[in-house]
């Protein structure tokens, strides 16, 4: 089972036959095209999840609640309009009972997986050292950065829904520090964190004084590549020479001080365990500004 970013964590990403939110993955894609019958519940499956790919099935099964999104980007062979957990228990009541093992995706995930780590380079160890510290029940806001699309979407797993926050559809910079700072109202007692880019950072940085005010221990974790990363390999890619890297780093910590939050730096991936540890049992949010220029 694959989900949509959206739908990270609807199946435990633990269990043996998860995928992960890899639906915008050409392994799985191909892995769809080619199985004998598609079910794509509650999903639009918009431009944002397939990221121009496409995927299809020998028989494509859809359920929404929305009729308008049944055939979207995927012509559905059988149109089921409803309620996805009516329509799944009713489908479930027709299924014959299979006294087999449920078998196991790993090696679609193993494809899947090394497919994403081509892309995510040093985001992985910077996602996994995250998770290291947080417990399972933790809420992680992430943003449009590439340490969230490319890296929390496939490395930051989840064991339930409702445990990753992100904007796969508008891609709008400035969300994961209100997400989390959401989040962290909505279930009070229980941890939150955010892990962004430092572009994505300052265009809701003012939120910090929110976060202070309401005394929340958020470990906000800032992946200050000097600038926007996005645009700076799209300039590579036209062979334009790319800016930001020699810019002077700037005290994010610093500013965190002056909004009233704790603030420390760091350019050691490794650090972040412990840094998120300390920072989930502080008196007020701390700013953790991960130095990463490549």
């Known amino acids: 089972m694959a ?3 959206n739908g990270k964590g609807v199946l435990d990403e633990s269990h043996p036959l998860a ?4 639906v915008r993955l050409r392994a799985l894609q191909k892995a769809a095209t080619g199985s004998d019958a598609l079910l794509v519940v509650g999903s639009e499956l918009g431009d944002s999840d397939l990221w121009e790919g496409r995927i299809g099935g020998g028989t494509v099964i859809r359920c929404d609640v929305d009729p308008a999104r049944l055939h979207k980007n995927c012509q559905a ?3 089921l309009p409803g309620d996805a957990a009516t329509t799944l228990r009713a489908l479930l009541a027709e299924l014959p009972r299979r006294p087999d093992a449920p078998g196991d995706a790993g090696e679609l995930r193993d494809a ?5 780590r081509a892309d995510a380079g040093s985001h992985e160890r910077i996602n996994g050292a ?3 510290a947080l417990p399972a029940d933790a809420v992680l806001a992430g943003d449009s950065s590439q340490v969230t699309y490319l890296g929390s979407v496939h490395f930051f797993d989840v064991p339930a829904p409702r445990r990753f926050c992100c904007t796969p559809g508008y891609a709008t910079l400035g969300y994961g520090l209100p997400a989390a700072i959401g989040a962290s109202l909505a279930r009070p007692g229980r941890p939150a964190a955010v892990l962004l880019g430092d572009g994505a950072f300052l265009f809701s940085v003012q939120e910090l004084a929110t976060a202070v005010d ?8 800032v992946v200050d590549n000097g600038g926007y990363g996005e645009i700076r390999d799209q300039q590579v890619a036209r062979g334009i020479p790319p800016t930001g890297v020699d810019l002077p780093v700037p005290d994010l910590a610093a500013l965190a001080g002056a909004f009233g939050a704790h603030g420390v730096r760091t350019s050691d991936p490794g650090a972040l365990t412990a840094l998120v540890a300390d920072a989930l049992s502080a008196d007020r949010p701390t700013l953790i500004h991960l130095i990463h220029r490549e």
């Open 3 to 5: 989900t949509t970013v």
């Open 19 to 22: 995928v992960g939110a890899a």
């Open 77 to 79: 062979d059988v149109a």
């Open 112 to 116: 899947c997986r090394a497919e994403a």
């Open 130 to 132: 995250v998770r290291a």
């Open 214 to 221: 309401l005394g929340l221990p958020l470990p906000i974790v």
